[in-house]
């Protein structure tokens, strides 16, 4: 049994965000037991206990207190309609939700398909996204599962559904006609968790992560007389760190990088006359 105060955080049991959440909480020091055989285990290093539900679940549990944190994806977030505060957006498990009909159906919007039925898992955002183009009249039908096989077998003419690379549409010889929201993982919480210190200090390990996911470590050698326009490339974080090396021409520079950069950076330091230059990538960060 949990104790009454013991901080509690969900994960999906299973699916496409199971794997990237465990490796998210490991890398922030949440390090629990997790082996799919348990429904709970508490980190030894926080005392937290970190909880595998249904991935439809977790927020309802978030908004009732049930669990203080969870990580869920932001559409089913959405659809339930619940009360947390979204206190990160996590970076993966990036997808779309999006209205599909099958390649050869004349329909060009979502308000052709008035008086239509459509197959979802996502009832009240399917319901949302028609009301809002002015289709009042559509048959939303729930359906779990496979719903894309649902249009070839004449069930029904369209489908709001999470689509990934759009390979399960083109199978099933689907398209999308529009998008209805863009999600990814979010780590969502309670407004009055059992352990507010433990939150927050739960949220700047979060925060070092996905920090440590954006920027990669610079170390490069520069000549001396090149050093204003290494740095005015490499502004850093805060500044670059400049150490002197035995040959007094060169200095060593260590500097914060955004990834994105880091290709045109290296070119740059290079065009000035700046050699050995390394990327190193970070686990974690205080920044």
Same mark, same amino acid.
């Given at each position: 049994?949990?104790? $009454?105060?013991?901080?509690?955080?969900?994960?999906?049991?299973?699916?496409?965000?199971?794997?990237?959440?465990?490796?998210?909480?490991?890398?922030?020091?949440?390090?629990?037991?997790?082996?799919?055989?348990?429904?709970?285990?508490?980190?030894?290093?926080?005392?937290?206990?970190?909880?595998?539900?249904?991935?439809?679940?977790?927020?309802?549990?978030?908004?009732?207190?049930?669990?203080?944190?969870?990580?869920?994806?932001?559409?089913?977030?959405?659809?339930?309609?619940?009360?947390?505060?979204?206190?990160?957006?996590?970076?993966?498990?990036?997808?779309?939700?999006?209205?599909?009909?099958?390649?050869?159906?004349?329909?060009?919007?979502?308000?052709?398909?008035?008086?239509?039925?459509?197959?979802?898992?996502?009832?009240?955002?399917?319901?949302?996204?028609?009301?809002?183009?002015?289709?009042?009249?559509?048959?939303?039908?729930?359906?779990?599962?496979?719903?894309?096989?649902?249009?070839?077998?004449?069930?029904?003419?369209?489908?709001?559904?999470?689509?990934?690379?759009?390979?399960?549409?083109?199978?099933?010889?689907?398209?999308?006609?529009?998008?209805?929201?863009?999600?990814?993982?979010?780590?969502?919480?309670?407004?009055?968790?059992?352990?507010?210190?433990?939150?927050?200090?739960?949220?700047?390990?979060?925060?070092?992560?996905?920090?440590?996911?954006?920027?990669?470590?610079?170390?490069?050698?520069?000549?001396?007389?090149?050093?204003?326009?290494?740095?005015?490339?490499?502004?850093?974080?805060?500044?670059? $760190?400049?150490?002197?090396?035995?040959?007094?021409?060169?200095?060593?520079?260590?500097?914060?990088?955004?990834? $994105?950069?880091?290709?045109?950076?290296?070119?740059?330091?290079?065009?000035?006359?700046?050699?050995?230059?390394?990327?190193?990538?970070?686990?974690? $960060?205080?920044?």
């Amino acid at each position: 049994m949990l104790g $009454t105060e013991t901080l509690r955080i969900a994960i999906p049991s299973k699916g496409r965000l199971q794997g990237q959440a465990i490796d998210m909480l490991r890398r922030a020091g949440i390090r629990a037991s997790i082996d799919g055989r348990r429904l709970f285990s508490v980190c030894p290093d926080t005392g937290a206990a970190v909880i595998l539900s249904n991935t439809l679940d977790i927020p309802v549990l978030v908004s009732q207190g049930i669990v203080d944190l969870g990580i869920a994806g932001s559409d089913q977030v959405a659809e339930k309609g619940a009360q947390v505060i979204e206190h990160r957006r996590l970076g993966f498990g990036r997808c779309r939700l999006s209205l599909a009909v099958h390649k050869d159906a004349p329909y060009q919007s979502a308000a052709d398909l008035s008086g239509k039925t459509v197959g979802s898992k996502f009832v009240n955002l399917a319901t949302a996204h028609f009301r809002s183009k002015g289709a009042t009249d559509v048959r939303i039908v729930e359906m779990q599962g496979a719903v894309e096989v649902m249009v070839l077998l004449g069930l029904v003419e369209a489908i709001v559904e999470i689509v990934d690379t759009g390979s399960s549409l083109v199978e099933n010889d689907l398209v999308e006609l529009e998008r209805v929201i863009d999600a990814e993982a979010v780590l969502i919480g309670n407004a009055q968790p059992r352990d507010p210190a433990l939150v927050a200090r739960l949220l700047r390990r979060f925060d070092g992560v996905l920090h440590a996911a954006r920027y990669s470590l610079l170390e490069y050698n520069c000549p001396v007389e090149r050093l204003d326009e290494a740095t005015w490339i490499t502004p850093g974080f805060s500044s670059p $760190t400049v150490q002197k090396l035995a040959d007094a021409k060169w200095c060593a520079v260590k500097v914060l990088v955004p990834k $994105t950069d880091v290709h045109r950076v290296m070119d740059e330091l290079e065009a000035i006359g700046c050699r050995a230059i390394l990327e190193s990538e970070l686990v974690h $960060t205080r920044l």
